[in-house]
C-alpha cells in the first residue's frame, strides 16, 4: 500500500513543479483586472481540480487508493509548498504585483477543493458500480 501512497505524492509534486511554473511565467496573463478574467480564471481552476481528481482514481497504480485518498495524497504537496510560496510571493514572483497574494492563495485553495471533490465524485461512483 506504500508504493501508490509515494506514486500519488510524486504525481502531486510534479503538479506542483507545473503550476509553479505556469504563474511564474504566465502569471501577468492570469492576473488580468476586471470581474471577467478573474471569473474565468476561477472557473478554468475549478474544471481543472475536478477533472484532475476524477482523472486520478482511473490510474491503474493508484487505484488501491480509492479515488477521495488518492486525490488528498496529490493535493497535499501541493498545499504545503503553494502556502509557503503564497506567503512569499513577492520573493517567487516579483514581476507580480505582491497584492495577488490573495487571490493566488485563494485559486490555489479552489482547485484543489475542487479536486478532492473530484476524488469524492469517482470513489462514491465506484463504490455505486460494485455495490450495484
Same mark, same amino acid.
Given at each position: 500500500?506504500?508504493?501508490?501512497?509515494?506514486?500519488?505524492? &510524486?504525481?502531486?509534486?510534479?503538479?506542483?513543479? /507545473? @503550476?509553479? *511554473?505556469?504563474?511564474?511565467? %504566465?502569471? !501577468? #496573463?492570469?492576473? +488580468?483586472?476586471?470581474?471577467?478574467?478573474?471569473?474565468?480564471?476561477?472557473?478554468?481552476? &475549478?474544471?481543472?481540480?475536478?477533472?484532475?481528481? /476524477? @482523472?486520478? *482514481?482511473?490510474?491503474?497504480? %493508484?487505484? !488501491? #487508493?480509492?479515488? +477521495?485518498?488518492?486525490?488528498?495524497?496529490?493535493?497535499?504537496?501541493?498545499?504545503?509548498?503553494?502556502?509557503?510560496?503564497?506567503?512569499?510571493?513577492q520573493v517567487f514572483f516579483p514581476a507580480l504585483d505582491?497584492?495577488?497574494?490573495?487571490?493566488?492563495?485563494?485559486?490555489?485553495?479552489?482547485?484543489?477543493?475542487?479536486?478532492?471533490?473530484?476524488?469524492?465524485?469517482?470513489?462514491?461512483?465506484?463504490?455505486?458500480?460494485?455495490?450495484?
Amino acid at each position: 500500500m506504500l508504493r501508490p501512497v509515494l506514486i500519488a505524492i &510524486a504525481a502531486g509534486l510534479a503538479l506542483t513543479v /507545473l @503550476l509553479f *511554473a505556469i504563474f511564474l511565467w %504566465l502569471g !501577468p #496573463l492570469f492576473f +488580468l483586472d476586471g470581474r471577467r478574467p478573474f471569473q474565468i480564471n476561477f472557473t478554468v481552476g &475549478a474544471l481543472a481540480g475536478l477533472v484532475i481528481g /476524477l @482523472l486520478l *482514481a482511473r490510474l491503474h497504480r %493508484l487505484a !488501491p #487508493l480509492g479515488g +477521495l485518498r488518492t486525490a488528498a495524497f496529490v493535493a497535499i504537496p501541493g498545499l504545503l509548498v503553494m502556502a509557503a510560496v503564497g506567503s512569499h510571493f513577492q520573493v517567487f514572483f516579483p514581476a507580480l504585483d505582491p497584492a495577488l497574494d490573495k487571490v493566488y492563495g485563494s485559486w490555489m485553495l479552489w482547485f484543489y477543493g475542487f479536486m478532492l471533490i473530484g476524488g469524492a465524485i469517482a470513489e462514491a461512483k465506484g463504490k455505486n458500480k460494485h455495490q450495484g
